[in-house]
C-alpha cells in the first residue's frame, strides 16, 4: 500500500446508477436501455417508452419523459410507491403516463441487427406470471450508489451515504476536506453542476492552502 499526505483533499469520486444486473439490460444499454431520462430522454421523442422503479427518482423521470414522449409506463414491483404525495398526485393526474403494478423485469428484448430495444418481459410478483410490453426505451430508476465507502466514518454523511457539505460550499464536517460531484448530489446528477462544484471546490481548497501559509 502507499502513503499520501496533503495540505488539503477534494472528494469527487462520484456516484453509480444501479441497475438490474440482467444480462439482456448490459446488451441494450445505450441501446434503448438508460438510467437518465434527462440525458437520454429525447432519443424517444413521440415514442413509448418504460421507466422502472417506485422512488422519488423514477416518479421525476416519468413526469419528465411525458413532456417528450408519446406514453410513458412506470414499472413498479409493489401496489404502492415509495415517492413523496406530492409526485405522486402528479403523475396520477398526468394522462400520458400508466402504472403497471406488481411487475418485475426480468428480460429485455430487441432488434439485434439495429440493435435497438423493442419490448420489456415482465413478472408478476404475486402469481409469477409473464406478459410483455412493447417499448422503444426503458429508463432504470432504482437509485444510484455512491462511491464514498473509503470516507465512511471519516466525514459526515446522510444515510444514503452521501457526504454533506456546509451551506453554500463544498467543504465537508472535515476543514480542509471538500467534496463535489455526485458524491453529494443526488438531485442534478449532470456533468455541467459536478464541473461547477469542482471548480467551487479548487476554490475554496486554494483558499484554506493560502490560509494556512
Known amino acids: 500500500t502507499s502513503e499520501y499526505t496533503c495540505d488539503s483533499l477534494i472528494i469527487a469520486t462520484g456516484a453509480s446508477a444501479m441497475y438490474l444486473g440482467l444480462p439482456s439490460e448490459k446488451k441494450y444499454l445505450g441501446k434503448g436501455v438508460s438510467a437518465c431520462a434527462t440525458c437520454d430522454g429525447f432519443f424517444y ?12 427518482t423514477a416518479v421525476e423521470e416519468a413526469l419528465y419523459l411525458s413532456r417528450i414522449c408519446s406514453k410513458v ?43 435497438s430495444l423493442e419490448s420489456l418481459v415482465l413478472k408478476d410478483t404475486k402469481d409469477n406470471s409473464e406478459s410483455k410490453l412493447s417499448v422503444n426505451g426503458a429508463f432504470v430508476a432504482i437509485g444510484h450508489d455512491p462511491s464514498t465507502s473509503l470516507f465512511i466514518n471519516k466525514v459526515q454523511m446522510d444515510k444514503d451515504n452521501y457526504i454533506i457539505t456546509k451551506p ?11 467534496a463535489a460531484g455526485d458524491v453529494k448530489d443526488k438531485i442534478y446528477r449532470q456533468a455541467v453542476t459536478a464541473a461547477g462544484m469542482g471548480c467551487m471546490a479548487a476554490l475554496e481548497a486554494e483558499k484554506f492552502i493560502a490560509s494556512k501559509k
Open 168 to 178: 453554500d460550499s463544498t467543504e465537508t464536517s472535515i476543514e480542509g476536506i471538500y
Open 45 to 56: 421523442k413521440d415514442q413509448e417508452v418504460a421507466v422502472i422503479g417506485g422512488g422519488n
Open 73 to 115: 409506463y412506470l414499472v413498479h414491483r409493489r401496489d404502492e410507491l415509495r415517492a413523496e404525495k406530492i409526485l405522486q398526485d402528479r403523475l396520477f393526474k398526468n394522462p400520458k403516463i400508466n402504472v403497471i403494478w406488481n411487475k418485475t423485469v426480468v428480460e429485455f428484448i430487441g432488434n439485434d441487427k439495429k440493435p
